[in-house]
């Protein structure tokens, strides 16, 4: 029976090319549309560290002072370097770690190469156990390493590519700022999206080239990167970071277990409250510890262009299916006679009912693989797009499933109003008006 | 023309007629709101810098080592810079238009007062005002006397000692206004942070480096405090900045040879990176209201055909009653022209919401009224042109149809 269905439907589809051709079309951009901007989104929200970011925070304290006082506002989103390093000491976390951007000089040894500028993360040794960084070579530095102010630094594999040829580099020497590093690991394939460890450097940039320890990096009065709020007398020179009333550092933690999440944020608390005896802190303690997920969600990380584009292309599917399920009632209607003569023949509503909806289908699946077409050419306009965000953008699985579902469910959504209007019609009426 | 006939047979094709009403009116909706998303775009794309945007180049070196005395080099490098043939200007710059990195401080009234007035941002160096080329409007430009060195400016804030921090500075008419609403900002004290400033110079306009809010996007300072950084603005004719970018970094390399050069780009190049994603929107948005009119135009053809074929019988009997070819043209004609209104008329108020919905969430102003006369008038147009096609098949269905049976 199903055949014959589909037998009839081409026959019927043939009959009037130009509007078949319409119906799928329209259905075509509307899903083709929907789907490349739904994917975008989809990659944009995705999680950076999945099966990590539940056990990784983000804690603010409010270090500033009495000026633009305004109770249960959010404290700075950085953290200051003595702030910083009473809470990376304090060990309360399972692991924790704190880093600044910043750029560095890079010097080849090779005289072919020419020197340049290379973006940098100074941090300490959790850093890669914390973000399950993975190695290619060697591995990161120690806790030693960082209170030994060690030169020693973990480069890309990228760098490693351009510099030794990919080959083990672990042990050689890399000369930045007329300093000999030491190189001990070479990260491997590893580019979390989000960048979400230091939203400053812009949300979907790629990885720093070279990481080295935050203690070295100050020693050398590398250059910074990233942002920095200072208030009161703030508003120093690199140089005297450390003491200065600025916010410019980030600090993660890691908690395993959810039950001391709500313990590192009392003890977060009572380390403003000492804080502020001590008289550093003016204001009384204002913290947060937002979970990895939580924390891109706070600085609004999928950019509103996206959602706006996300929205305007549901709208334009909604506009296509609408015109669809028009195109498709008055061609229905239009067989009122034929679909009469049928009834009176001794088919079913369902039967009629039926034989409609294949029809629709044929549509929808037309439209849905055109669609999906259309999907990753819309996808490769996006990659052609100058954002930081274009080159992400590629389908993955779930989203080609979601395409395909979304495409039939668009087609029988289109073809049911079309079909149970058409099988109402009473064949009596249909036969006597012929 | 009558409408009654008209709206009796809609009313045998009640679902039909909705469809085509809902595409006009989501249609209408939707278009009217990314028209004006696309204008408020474009305005923003030709947002004013108040600079000589196409004489600009902008040039950043880093040291690869340890530094000599940065600002005795940079006043070689200024004097280098300034024998180039064909430049007109230099300036040693830590921030430039539309570069995106930016110094930016809150600006008060009163050293005590809690929140700061307005935040602006904050162009250091030297022969900014002349570099960039912007105009300066009342009082006058900054003098040698006036600069004060970055690193005992700093040095400045660590001591608290006022004395090193520079005296005067230079607004743009954005932030006058904005602080002295009416009045002549002239010789006025503003405070940054603890260091009071008075206002020497008043700039027609100054653009950020960095728009986080476009009404805001004109509050600059420029601040005489000398830099050793490495980073220049040099102005030229617009055809010889290419040959004085080159001849540029030849001398800064002659120089101090152990610099890399970081940035060198014209301002044009950087306004164009500076509104690229506003640029992409907006041609995805044009794109999107083009794909919509005419999916909405192709489908009022369809159905319009539809019902032509339907009708066939009723237009032959029409005609054979004595119905002109123009009658009959211009009942299909009035019919799209109700629904088209009626959708319309929906449309609006759906235009209405989205807009409301866009202002609660992505802070947009609200929707012109002029947008709905407009709106309604390019449907209607398209409605026409779209009907055009199946009324004029109908009207030149022969009479004698009508004695055909079936």
């Given at each position: 029976?199903?055949?014959?269905?589909?037998d009839?439907?081409?026959?019927?589809?043939?009959r009037?090319?130009a509007l078949?051709a319409?119906?799928v079309?329209a259905?075509?951009?509307?899903?083709g549309a929907s789907?490349?901007m739904?994917?975008?989104?989809h990659?944009l929200?995705?999680?950076p560290?999945?099966?990590k970011s539940?056990?990784?925070?983000y804690?603010?304290?409010?270090?500033?002072?009495?000026?633009?006082?305004?109770a249960?506002a959010?404290?700075?989103?950085?953290?200051?370097?003595?702030?910083g390093?009473n809470?990376?000491?304090?060990r309360r976390?399972?692991?924790?770690?704190l880093?600044?951007?910043g750029?560095?000089?890079?010097?080849?040894?090779?005289?072919?190469?020419?020197?340049?500028?290379?973006?940098?993360?100074y941090?300490t040794?959790?850093?890669?156990?914390?973000f399950?960084t993975?190695?290619?070579?060697?591995?990161?530095?120690?806790?030693?390493?960082?209170?030994?102010?060690?030169?020693?630094?973990?480069i890309t594999?990228?760098?490693?590519d351009?510099?030794?040829g990919g080959?083990?580099?672990?042990?050689?020497?890399?000369?930045m700022?007329d300093t000999a590093?030491?190189?001990?690991?070479?990260?491997?394939?590893?580019?979390?999206?989000p960048h979400f460890y230091d939203l400053?450097?812009?949300d979907?940039s790629?990885l720093?080239?070279?990481f080295?320890?935050?203690s070295a990096?100050?020693?050398?009065?590398?250059?910074?990167?990233?942002?920095?709020?200072?208030?009161?007398?703030?508003?120093s020179d690199?140089?005297?970071?450390?003491?200065a009333?600025?916010v410019w550092?980030?600090f993660?933690v890691q908690i395993?277990?959810?039950?001391?999440?709500?313990?590192y944020?009392?003890?977060?608390?009572?380390?403003?409250?000492?804080?502020?005896?001590l008289?550093?802190?003016q204001?009384?303690?204002?913290v947060?510890?937002s979970?990895?997920?939580?924390?891109?969600d706070?600085?609004?990380?999928v950019?509103?262009?996206v959602?706006?584009?996300?929205?305007?292309?549901?709208?334009?599917?909604?506009v296509?299916?609408v015109?669809?399920?028009?195109l498709?009632?008055a061609k229905?209607?239009?067989?009122?006679?034929?679909?009469?003569?049928?009834?009176?023949?001794?088919?079913s509503?369902?039967?009629?009912?039926?034989?409609?909806?294949?029809?629709?289908a044929?549509?929808g699946?037309?439209?849905?693989?055109?669609?999906?077409?259309?999907a990753?050419?819309?996808l490769w306009?996006?990659?052609?797009?100058?954002?930081?965000?274009?080159?992400?953008?590629?389908?993955?699985?779930?989203?080609l499933?979601a395409?395909?579902a979304?495409?039939?469910a668009?087609s029988?959504?289109?073809?049911?109003?079309?079909?149970?209007r058409?099988?109402q019609?009473?064949p009596?009426?249909?036969?006597?008006?012929? | 023309?009558d409408?009654?006939?008209?709206?009796?047979t809609?009313?045998?094709?009640?679902?039909?007629a909705?469809?085509?009403?809902?595409e006009i009116?989501l249609?209408?909706?939707i278009v009217?709101?990314?028209?004006?998303?696309?204008?408020q775009?474009?305005?923003?794309?030709?947002?004013?810098?108040?600079?000589a945007?196409h004489?600009?180049?902008?040039?950043?070196?880093?040291?690869?080592?340890?530094?000599?005395?940065?600002?005795?080099?940079?006043?070689e490098d200024?004097?280098?810079?300034?024998?180039?043939?064909?430049?007109t200007q230099?300036?040693?710059?830590r921030q430039?238009?539309?570069?995106?990195?930016?110094?930016?401080a809150?600006?008060r009234l009163d050293p005590?007062?809690?929140?700061?007035?307005l935040?602006?941002a904050?162009?250091?160096?030297?022969?900014?005002?002349?570099?960039f080329g912007?105009?300066?409007?009342a009082?006058r430009?900054?003098?040698?006397d006036?600069?004060?060195?970055?690193?005992?400016?700093?040095?400045?804030?660590?001591?608290?000692?006022?004395?090193?921090?520079?005296?005067?500075?230079v607004?743009?008419?954005a932030?006058?206004?904005?602080?002295?609403p009416?009045?002549?900002?002239?010789g006025?004290t503003?405070?940054?942070?603890?260091a009071?400033?008075?206002?020497?110079g008043?700039?027609?306009?100054l653009?950020?480096?960095q728009?986080?809010?476009d009404?805001?996007?004109l509050?600059s300072?420029?601040?005489?405090?000398?830099?050793?950084?490495?980073?220049?603005?040099?102005?030229?004719?617009?055809?010889d900045?290419?040959?004085?970018?080159k001849?540029?970094?030849?001398?800064l390399?002659?120089?101090d040879?152990?610099r890399i050069v970081?940035?060198?780009?014209?301002?044009?190049?950087?306004?164009?990176?500076f509104?690229q994603?506003?640029?992409?929107?907006?041609g995805?948005?044009?794109?999107?209201?083009v794909?919509?009119?005419?999916?909405t135009?192709?489908?009022?053809?369809?159905l319009?055909?539809?019902?032509?074929?339907?009708?066939?019988?009723m237009?032959?009997?029409?005609?054979?009653l004595g119905?002109?070819?123009h009658?009959?043209?211009?009942?299909?004609?009035?019919?799209?022209?109700l629904?088209?209104?009626?959708g319309?008329?929906?449309?609006m108020?759906?235009a209405?919401g989205i807009?409301?919905?866009l202002m609660?969430?992505?802070?947009?102003?609200?929707?012109?009224?002029?947008?709905?006369?407009?709106?309604?008038?390019?449907l209607?147009l398209?409605?026409?042109?779209?009907?055009?096609?199946?009324a004029?098949?109908?009207?030149a269905?022969?009479?004698v149809?009508a004695?055909?049976?079936?």
């Amino acid at each position: 029976m199903f055949s014959y269905y589909l037998d009839l439907a081409l026959r019927s589809l043939r009959r009037n090319k130009a509007l078949t051709a319409l119906m799928v079309v329209a259905i075509a951009l509307g899903i083709g549309a929907s789907m490349t901007m739904l994917t975008v989104l989809h990659v944009l929200s995705g999680d950076p560290l999945p099966g990590k970011s539940q056990t990784l925070f983000y804690p603010q304290l409010d270090p500033r002072d009495k000026a633009d006082y305004e109770a249960g506002a959010e404290p700075p989103r950085q953290v200051t370097w003595i702030d910083g390093m009473n809470l990376l000491r304090a060990r309360r976390a399972d692991r924790q770690a704190l880093m600044t951007g910043g750029a560095v000089p890079i010097q080849p040894a090779q005289s072919s190469v020419d020197p340049f500028f290379s973006d940098a993360r100074y941090t300490t040794a959790d850093f890669f156990p914390m973000f399950d960084t993975p190695f290619r070579y060697g591995r990161g530095w120690s806790e030693a390493d960082d209170d030994a102010r060690s030169r020693v630094v973990v480069i890309t594999s990228e760098l490693n590519d351009k510099l030794f040829g990919g080959r083990d580099s672990t042990g050689q020497i890399l000369r930045m700022k007329d300093t000999a590093f030491r190189i001990i690991g070479v990260l491997g394939d590893w580019r979390p999206n989000p960048h979400f460890y230091d939203l400053n450097m812009g949300d979907y940039s790629g990885l720093e080239s070279v990481f080295l320890p935050l203690s070295a990096s100050r020693d050398l009065h590398l250059p910074l990167n990233g942002s920095r709020s200072c208030w009161g007398d703030g508003g120093s020179d690199e140089a005297h970071f450390e003491t200065a009333s600025c916010v410019w550092l980030q600090f993660w933690v890691q908690i395993n277990e959810p039950a001391k999440v709500a313990d590192y944020r009392n003890f977060l608390v009572r380390y403003s409250q000492e804080q502020q005896a001590l008289g550093r802190f003016q204001r009384s303690p204002n913290v947060r510890l937002s979970g990895l997920m939580q924390w891109l969600d706070v600085n609004k990380v999928v950019p509103s262009d996206v959602r706006l584009q996300t929205w305007l292309a549901l709208g334009f599917l909604l506009v296509c299916l609408v015109n669809t399920v028009g195109l498709m009632l008055a061609k229905f209607l239009r067989r009122s006679g034929e679909l009469g003569v049928r009834r009176a023949l001794g088919a079913s509503r369902q039967a009629v009912f039926g034989q409609l909806l294949v029809e629709s289908a044929v549509i929808g699946l037309a439209g849905g693989v055109f669609g999906l077409l259309l999907a990753f050419v819309g996808l490769w306009l996006v990659r052609r797009q100058p954002s930081d965000y274009a080159a992400l953008a590629h389908m993955d699985l779930t989203m080609l499933g979601a395409t395909f579902a979304a495409a039939i469910a668009a087609s029988l959504c289109a073809g049911l109003l079309p079909a149970w209007r058409a099988c109402q019609i009473t064949p009596a009426l249909q036969l006597k008006s012929q | 023309m009558d409408i009654l006939p008209i709206l009796s047979t809609l009313r045998r094709h009640k679902v039909t007629a909705f469809l085509v009403i809902l595409e006009i009116a989501l249609t209408c909706a939707i278009v009217c709101n990314a028209v004006f998303l696309i204008i408020q775009r474009v305005d923003r794309i030709h947002m004013p810098s108040g600079v000589a945007e196409h004489e600009l180049v902008q040039i950043q070196l880093a040291d690869t080592g340890a530094k000599a005395d940065e600002y005795a080099r940079a006043q070689e490098d200024l004097a280098a810079l300034r024998q180039i043939p064909g430049v007109t200007q230099v300036a040693s710059v830590r921030q430039v238009p539309f570069g995106m990195s930016s110094n930016n401080a809150g600006i008060r009234l009163d050293p005590d007062q809690n929140k700061p007035t307005l935040d602006a941002a904050t162009y250091f160096g030297e022969n900014v005002i002349d570099a960039f080329g912007t105009r300066l409007v009342a009082g006058r430009n900054l003098r040698p006397d006036d600069y004060r060195r970055l690193d005992m400016v700093a040095e400045g804030v660590r001591t608290k000692n006022l004395k090193l921090f520079p005296n005067t500075v230079v607004i743009t008419r954005a932030v006058g206004e904005r602080l002295w609403p009416g009045q002549d900002p002239l010789g006025r004290t503003l405070y940054l942070g603890k260091a009071p400033l008075q206002v020497v110079g008043v700039l027609a306009e100054l653009v950020r480096p960095q728009i986080e809010d476009d009404s805001a996007a004109l509050f600059s300072l420029v601040i005489p405090i000398q830099l050793g950084g490495g980073q220049y603005v040099i102005r030229s004719a617009p055809g010889d900045r290419e040959r004085v970018l080159k001849a540029a970094l030849e001398k800064l390399r002659q120089n101090d040879p152990h610099r890399i050069v970081v940035q060198k780009r014209t301002v044009d190049e950087l306004r164009e990176s500076f509104f690229q994603n506003d640029r992409a929107m907006a041609g995805l948005l044009i794109g999107v209201c083009v794909a919509l009119l005419v999916v909405t135009a192709l489908g009022i053809v369809g159905l319009g055909s539809f019902w032509v074929a339907q009708r066939r019988r009723m237009i032959g009997v029409r005609r054979a009653l004595g119905a002109t070819r123009h009658d009959i043209l211009h009942y299909f004609q009035t019919e799209n022209f109700l629904l088209a209104t009626i959708g319309i008329a929906f449309g609006m108020v759906l235009a209405y919401g989205i807009n409301l919905f866009l202002m609660l969430h992505y802070e947009l102003p609200r929707l012109p009224a002029v947008y709905f006369p407009i709106g309604a008038v390019v449907l209607w147009l398209i409605g026409q042109i779209a009907v055009l096609g199946p009324a004029m098949r109908a009207a030149a269905v022969p009479p004698v149809v009508a004695t055909r049976s079936v």
